[in-house]
């Protein structure tokens, strides 16, 4: 038996055994094919778009004042009050009564003359804030009634503050002592002058006891001119002054001593006629 003859007498053996084999690949194609189409589930539908939650503009604090104050609260008249405050987010601050704009922090000095209310008012981007305080001026009692004393004449005015200026022995020069003396009786002159324009005034010139009655009387009357001189260069009007010497013949002292003839020494002043 031929090759070809060999092949063509085994193909229906061959043909037996394949078909039940490819029968059984198909079969389970089929079956894995179905059970593969009952596991699928429908795709889940599409969540809803989400709704974008608003959120709320930040906020701004408003201003705030902590504190203002007037110290002290109640003033007599003539007397000040200060005036104190504490801002805080603000950006326009003012207090009425003509103290306009202020900082955030500070203090005024007031002198209200009746009773008086200050109103602070603040302003910021969060809103505005005011506040006041009153200071009361309290109505001060009547002054008391003046009492007026009674008007002391020249001629006492004279004889009580003024004053007599000194010279050294046997001279008729004016000592620092006598200008201060003088000057003083100047100003209670002009005074004097002042209540009564016709006052007048004697300027006096005395000596101790040494020497001629006539030497003394020369000496005095030099002390008187020069006397009179002093005021005259101080504004003493010269019309209301006259001199007059008295040498010796009026001592204040009559002791035989320096200390008693140094006041004897001197130009003393009285009211004229």
């Not at 000095?109 to 969060?126: D, K």
């Not at 003024?162 to 003083?184: K, N, V």
Request: aromatic residues 6%; neutral net charge.
């Amino acid at each position: 038996m031929t090759d070809s003859s060999r092949l063509h007498a085994s193909k229906p053996g061959a043909v037996t055994l394949v078909a039940p084999l490819l029968f059984t690949v198909v079969l389970f194609m089929v079956v894995l094919f179905a059970a593969s189409c009952a596991k699928k589930a429908p795709p889940p539908p599409p969540p809803p778009p989400s709704t974008p939650i608003a959120t709320a503009p930040p906020t701004t604090a408003g201003p705030v004042i902590a504190s203002f104050t007037a110290e002290p609260s109640t003033i007599e008249p003539g007397q000040s009050s200060t005036l104190r405050w504490s801002i805080s987010n603000a950006t326009d601050m003012s207090i009425d009564h003509g103290i306009g704009a202020v900082q955030s922090q500070g203090m005024r000095q007031v002198f209200p003359r009746t009773s008086t209310s200050y109103a602070l008012t603040v302003r910021g981007p969060g809103g505005m804030d005011s506040r006041s305080v009153t200071v009361e001026v309290s109505n001060a009692p009547p002054p008391p009634p003046t009492v007026r004393s009674p008007q002391i004449s020249g001629n006492e005015l004279l004889s009580q503050q003024g004053q007599d200026a000194y010279f050294d022995y046997d001279m008729s020069e004016i000592r620092s002592d006598g200008r201060d003396a003088l000057t003083r009786d100047a100003a209670l002159l002009k005074q004097i002058l002042q209540q009564d324009p016709n006052f007048s005034v004697v300027v006096e010139g005395h000596c101790d006891e040494r020497g001629s009655a006539e030497y003394n009387l020369a000496l005095g009357d030099r002390r008187a001119t020069a006397a009179k001189d002093f005021l005259v260069q101080l504004g003493v009007p010269a019309d209301h002054l006259k001199t007059i010497s008295y040498g010796k013949e009026r001592p204040q002292c009559t002791d035989a001593s320096e200390n008693c003839w140094q006041k004897n020494r001197r130009a003393h002043l009285s009211a004229g006629q």
